[in-house]
């Protein structure tokens, strides 16, 4: 009786071992070989979806008990990132490290970036480490299941985009004085308070985009309705943490000055390029539906070479089938340009998009010709060339 009252303890131990193994570590099966070797060699260690979301509390940067950090393109951070995070790009380290002046080296540090095949966060985490920070840990599952199981927090550029396309549904939390007395165009008013009363004013369709905004970053009224909409079901839920503060700082029209400032006028955007490629809605980007479908149907024209972006490494692990390899990372814009083919339309391609994005713009920014230079923004997972492909909304900016 006591060897088997052994045996069941025994028993409960390792079962409880391997559920808190499998909740964080043990969902390291999901990454790519580059990014399983860049965590044991760095020494990281991995926090889960419900980890984070405990920590960012109630969705302000007061409330938070962490300090969240993107370590993607900042592009990319401004399309949308996890509440309360900040920006610290890989590629552009030293630039935003200054964010942290003031933070204590023991101060807790989540960072995370495209998924589990991102090699951006790893590499932001193990620069933290050598700055001195000492409870640095990784959500490498990052923004991409963040934003398929909770709400984003969207910039300023994403709500001009939604206002100027009809895009979104904005909605202000504030109380409806507020509201009456001024507020972004367009935008209709569900305050936080009476959220149960006003809830038919919700949109019909859960696919619909939806921007709550309030009075600031501080201002926790948007946070409520984006959590009451996401257990409701809708599955694009946004937070425009500035607020009506930011939007008007920004010189942009309200309801109370819209007869006072001019808006600027949008100019026409050549869809297609010399070559025959069909552009995105945002600059340097291929129209990524067009580009899907072709590579889907195994039809990608012989004038477009696609261009793998990432390690050598992750190339060989998986790639899509007319790819070929140039480490952008490693290279300056010289070398780089050098390398691509000629007569061409170029296509950046990586993991996440945010590597294939600053590429193209290592490019643009050394005033190279970028005419027929693009990137395809996003989720890419090949094993082989079997490849599981998600294209990231475009905002047309």
Not at 18 to 40: D, H, Q, R, Y
Not at 88 to 107: A, C, F, M
Not at 133 to 162: F, H, M, T
Request: proline share 4%; aromatic share 8%.
């Amino acid at each position: 009786m006591k060897a088997n009252s052994i045996f069941r303890s025994l028993l409960i131990i390792g079962l409880l071992i391997s559920s808190t193994f499998s909740s964080g570590l043990g969902n390291l099966t999901k990454a790519s070989p580059k990014v399983k070797e860049m965590i044991k060699e760095f020494n990281l260690e991995l926090v889960d979806y419900n980890y984070v979301k405990a920590k960012i509390s109630k969705g302000t940067k007061s409330s938070a008990k962490v300090i969240l950090i993107d370590a993607r393109p900042n592009k990319k951070f401004k399309i949308g990132t996890i509440p309360t995070a900040i920006n610290i790009p890989d590629t552009n380290y030293k630039e935003y490290i200054g964010q942290l002046k003031d933070v204590s080296k023991d101060k807790e540090l989540l960072v995370f970036c495209g998924g589990w095949n991102c090699i951006k966060s790893p590499k932001v985490a193990n620069m933290l480490k050598k700055e001195g920070y000492s409870n640095v840990k990784l959500y490498q599952a990052g923004e991409p299941q963040w934003s398929k199981r909770n709400y984003k927090e969207v910039d300023l550029i994403v709500v001009q985009a939604a206002q100027k396309n009809n895009s979104a549904v904005l909605i202000d939390a504030r109380p409806y004085k507020k509201y009456l007395s001024e507020t972004i165009a367009g935008s209709i008013s569900i305050p936080d308070t009476q959220v149960e009363k006003l809830k038919g004013r919700f949109p019909v369709h859960q696919n619909e985009k939806i921007i709550v905004f309030c009075g600031g970053y501080e201002c926790l009224k948007s946070h409520n309705i984006a959590r009451k909409l996401i257990s409701m079901g809708y599955r694009d839920v946004n937070v425009f943490a500035g607020g009506v503060p930011v939007w008007k700082k920004a010189g942009l029209s309200t309801t109370k000055n819209a007869g006072t400032i001019s808006q600027n006028k949008v100019s026409s955007q050549v869809s297609i390029s010399k070559n025959g490629a069909k552009l995105g809605l945002d600059e340097g980007s291929i129209d990524g539906e067009w580009l899907y479908s072709l590579i889907k149907e195994d039809k990608v024209p012989s004038f477009i070479q696609i261009v793998d972006v990432t390690s050598p490494e992750e190339f060989l692990s998986g790639h899509l089938k007319t790819a070929i390899n140039i480490p952008a990372d490693a290279l300056d814009a010289k070398t780089l340009y050098e390398k691509l083919p000629k007569d061409k339309t170029i296509v950046f391609n990586c993991t996440a998009g945010g590597r294939s994005i600053e590429a193209w713009t290592k490019l643009k920014n050394a005033k190279y010709d970028v005419e027929e230079v693009f990137y395809f923004d996003a989720n890419i997972d090949c094993k082989g060339t079997n490849c599981k492909i998600e294209v990231n909304e475009a905002l047309g900016i």
